[in-house]
Nanobody, 117 residues
């Protein structure tokens, strides 16, 4: 099993920034990908960005240029730097990890991000 714990969420005004962190522990395969997703009220969970253990990163078009994913393999931690936030970014943000030997997915408990004036 893999445990994921997110932190860094909260409330921010439009135009503000937040950095989310997610620490993974447990049975982490050396080749894996960590990711950030979000789910707004009444909407499906959507992928935001992926960072592989090999150092490759991908961002979906909706957040490209505003959000940046990064990871520290030594600390089994993934980050999501979010800039120029707007009210449409309000959602519960989830960290994910996929072990690429078994293609098993694990999820954090989610953390709320609220953007409002």
């Amino acid at each position: 099993q893999v445990q994921l714990v997110e932190s860094g969420g909260g409330w921010v005004q439009p135009g503000g920034s937040l950095t989310l962190s997610c620490v993974a522990s447990g049975s982490i395969y050396m080749i894996n990908q960590m990711s950030w997703h979000r789910q707004a009220p009444g909407k499906q969970r959507e992928l935001l960005a992926i960072a592989t253990s090999g150092g490759h990163t991908t961002h979906v078009d909706a957040v490209k240029g505003r959000f940046t994913i990064s990871r520290d393999n030594a600390r089994n931690t993934v980050y999501l730097q979010m800039n120029n936030l707007n009210p449409e970014d309000t959602a519960v943000y989830y960290c994910g990890l996929r072990n690429l030997d078994t293609l098993t997915d694990f999820w954090g408990q989610g953390i709320q991000v609220s953007v409002s004036s």
